[in-house]
Structure formats: structure tokens, C-alpha cells
């Protein structure tokens, strides 16, 4: 069956006009490795000697280099291998100096090929995209919901930014694979699909204040395989392979979700943000963060209990005053987050005109309310699988955690759920409260 199809048959009657978006196949399974290389066979058809390139890290070319490569040399593909290297924090970047670095030394390849995770997949979309070639993922971590997604998510100029790319044509993993992944990247996936919780309202308030064109078809892909993974969560912290491999297909479905709406409204939200700045700030000052989803995990404590306390209010005051921009604790990407800012600001205004008319208010939380969880839920699903939960497991003080959600929202025009907190008066005042009571 192909990957759209699996969707459901709602998303196929509403959008069989962007079937061609998301990948062609999901090849989850023991035999992952010949049966991608099978099917890149078939996007290089007419080649009587195609040439593959093949990207990994140090770490992932150990959990599943090798078997890639000989899969797809046995399938008579000429592979090149390109080992993208660790940068100042350990691990490698996905930014623009990164890739600027690797097209300097590309060889020619009718077809890329990414054996990884979250840089690797985007790097890889990256530059096959700019070259006009297809790509395709083996997957080494259920750990983000990228693999499936048209957007990349690279640093440019230091400010996180999202740019558009094409699809991996084949995502695949192994769930042995999958399984023995370490177990803080398990964790960071669960806390990336379990955003949408709190991200699908932030788009619904998008689509009621200027027509974000929310479909509930899209918000709901996932919902037929979290159960695999979110009915006893600690099955995960015990690295069971059904219940990883059904986090990894929750992860693929979102990614779908984010490329057939055309954007990353179906996943990410103001929850998002709070990663991104924490992000942002550790690379500007040179230093390290957390994963990514483990961060979004806390994003997402944290949003949901703002919205508890926003959607309490029956008739706030909205303030449109421009949010304050902390030039010193942004350092040297100051001059690129105010510009980011200055349509934030723009966003905001036009947001709070809105919210101030008639019954939109209401509106907004009628629709609202039903989606959102609780934090305490939450917070207790991502303690049973082990994941982060708290300030402390991120490696960092509550200080910082902090101003990353007094600054998140400066760094997108997209109105969110933080920008709602400010918009209402909660922001900036509850936030101290709410991390003291759900995150310390």
C-alpha cells in the first residue's frame, strides 16, 4: 500500500491532489534495508549504472551505514558515501555553513539517500532539493517528525527558519534499528508528536482569526496509531518494538500531515518555539542544547498550562503592545530576530483587533477547549516513557527555560499560543508559576 493511502479515507477524498507530496512508500521492517534500495531502483529507472549518494553521521553509519550501502549495491547502484562531520557541539549541524560545506564536495547522484535521523534527514532533503533529485531516509531513531515533511528546519544566519523542500520519496527503518536507538532520542519523538496536541489548537485559532484553512482531516492522520504508543506509555522507556515502531509511524503520519496542508501548522505550534529559542541561544553563545523534541516535550507542558489559564478568562483585555525584544540575551543574532520581531509585533496588533471583535473571543474558546489536554496529562505520559519532564533533565536552570518562553514568540509571525498568553495579560507574570508548578 502506498503511504497515502494508509492516511484514511477521509484525507484521500479531500486531498488526492496532493498525494504526490508525501512519500511514495513507508518501509517499516527487518528487510528495510533491500526493500529501500528496491524501490530507489524504481525512481532510477532508465540508469544502467544509477548512482546513490548515501549521507550519515559517525554515529548512524554504526547503527545502519553498512547495511544501506550494501543493500543498495547489491541492487547495482554505484553509492557514494559523504559523512556529514560533528560540528562545536558533538553532533552534526544542519544550518546553512553546513550545508554550504557539503555542496563543495558532492559528487554526481541521481538519487540521495540519508541514514539518520533529524540533521541527516534535512540535510539530505536539502540538497537533493536544490539539485532537482529525489531523496530517501533510512531512519536510525524514532526522534523527530521530519522524515516525512516537505519543510527543513535549518539555522540560517543563527535564527532558526523553516524552508521548503520536497519529500523523501521512501522513508524506511528497521524496528530492531529503531529499538536500540539511544533512548533520549525515543524520548525526543515522543515529546515532537505529542506537541499536536496543543499545536492543532493553535492552528484552529489560526484558521478562526485569518482563515488558516484548518482541516480536521489533516489534524487527525495520527490519531489511528498513537494508541500503539500513548496507552502504556512506559513501554517505550522499556524500548519495546512494537511500541517504538508505533511512535515511528505516528512521527511519519505527522510528518504527512505538515507536507499535505503546505505548512507546519498541523505539528508545531508556540510549544515549538520555546525549543527553537532555547536552540537559538545555546548555538549563539556557542554552546550546547538538548534534542529538540525533548525540549518540546517541556514546550508542550508548558502550553498546555497556559492555555488552562487563558481559556479560563471570560473576557480579557487584549494588549497589543509589541512584545520587548532582549537584544543582550540574543547576542550576535540580535539584528536577525528583530526583524522576525518586527512582523511578530505586526501579527500580534492585527491578532488582538481581531480577537476584540463581537463574539470572536468566545468563539475561540468554544473551539479550543475540547481539544486541548491537560498538563498534568501531559506531563505524566512523558514521565512514563522517561522522557524530559522537567527544567532539570534539559541540562538546564530554570532561568533560562524561562526566558526561552518569554522570547519564543518574537522569533515567528505565526500568532500562538504564547503570543495569546501575552495577548491576555498572563504573559509574562504566570510563566514563573507555571514552570515552578510543572516543570521543577
Known amino acids: 500500500m502506498e503511504l497515502f493511502d494508509a492516511l484514511g479515507p477521509q484525507v484521500a ?25 528496491g524501490e530507489l531502483a524504481r ?62 564536495v558532492l559528487p554526481a547522484a541521481e538519487v540521495f539517500v540519508g541514514v539518520g535521523s533529524g540533521v541527516i534527514s534535512d540535510l539530505c532533503k536539502w540538497l537533493a532539493f ?27 544566519s543563527g535564527v532558526k527558519t523553516l524552508i521548503h523542500a520536497r519529500a523523501h520519496r521512501i522513508v524506511a527503518a528497521d524496528p530492531a534499528v529503531l529499538a536500540a536507538a539511544p533512548r533520549d532520542l525515543t524520548s525526543a ?20 482569526l485569518f482563515g488558516e484553512s484548518y482541516s480536521a482531516a489533516v489534524a487527525g492522520i495520527i490519531d489511528h496509531v498513537q ?34 496542508q503546505g505548512s507546519s501548522l498541523p505539528a508545531s505550534g508556540g510549544e515549538h518555539l520555546i525549543s527553537h529559542a532555547l536552540d537559538m541561544r545555546a548555538h549563539a553563545e556557542h554552546g550546547r542544547h538538548d534534542l529538540h523534541g525533548r525540549q518540546v516535550g517541556l514546550g508542550t507542558i508548558f502550553a498546555a498550562a497556559l492555555y488552562e489559564r487563558v481559556l479560563a478568562l471570560p473576557a ?14 540574543w547576542g550576535p543574532i540580535a539584528d536577525a530576530v528583530a ?20 463574539d470572536t473571543w468566545s468563539r475561540v474558546r468554544d473551539a479550543l477547549a475540547p481539544m486541548l489536554p491537560t498538563a498534568a496529562w501531559v506531563k505524566d505520559v512523558l514521565a512514563q516513557a522517561g522522557a524530559a519532564h522537567r527544567v532539570a533533565d534539559l541540562g538546564i536552570d530554570r532561568e533560562r ?40
Request: charged share 25%.
Open 13 to 37: 477524498a479531500e486531498l488526492a491532489h496532493r498525494r504526490e507530496t508525501v512519500p511514495r512508500r513507508l518501509l517499516l521492517g527487518p528487510d528495510a534495508a533491500p526493500a529501500l534500495a
Open 43 to 104: 525512481e532510477c529507472e532508465g540508469s544502467s549504472e544509477p548512482r546513490a549518494l548515501v549521507l550519515f553521521d559517525l554515529r548512524t553509519h554504526a547503527a545502519a551505514g553498512e547495511s544501506c550501502l550494501r543493500a543498495l549495491r547489491e541492487a547495482g547502484f554505484v553509492a557514494h558515501e559523504l559523512l556529514v562531520p560533528d560540528g562545536a557541539e558533538g553532533s552534526p549541524a544542519c544550518d546553512d555553513t553546513t550545508k554550504q560545506r557539503l555542496q563543495a
Open 130 to 156: 536544490d539539485l532537482g533529485k529525489p531523496a530517501a531516509i533510512f531512519a536510525t531513531a524514532a526522534s523527530m517528525n521530519g522524515y516525512a515533511a516537505a519543510n527543513v528546519a535549518p539555522a540560517v
Open 189 to 208: 519523538g515522543l515529546g515532537d508528536v505529542i506537541a499536536k496536541c496543543v499545536s492543532s489548537a493553535d492552528w484552529k485559532m489560526n484558521d478562526l
Open 227 to 260: 494508541d500503539k504508543f500513548l496507552r502504556e506509555p512506559s513501554r517505550l522507556a522499556r524500548a519495546d518494538h512494537a511500541a517504538v515502531s508505533g511512535l515511528f509511524e505516528a512521527l511519519v503520519y505527522s510528518g504527512c500531515a505538515m507536507t499535505l
Open 316 to 329: 480579557p483585555r487584549f494588549r497589543a503592545d509589541p512584545l520587548p525584544l532582549d537584544r543582550a540575551g
Open 339 to 358: 526583524a522576525h520581531h518586527h512582523k511578530q509585533s505586526e501579527r500580534l496588533a492585527a491578532s488582538c483587533e481581531r480577537l476584540r471583535a463581537g
Open 401 to 440: 527555560f524561562l526566558w526561552a518562553v518569554l522570547n519564543g514568540a518574537q522569533i515567528r509571525e505565526r500568532f500562538t499560543s504564547l503570543d495569546l498568553g501575552w495577548a491576555t495579560g498572563v504573559l509574562p507574570d504566570a510563566a514563573a508559576e507555571i514552570v515552578d508548578r510543572y516543570l521543577q
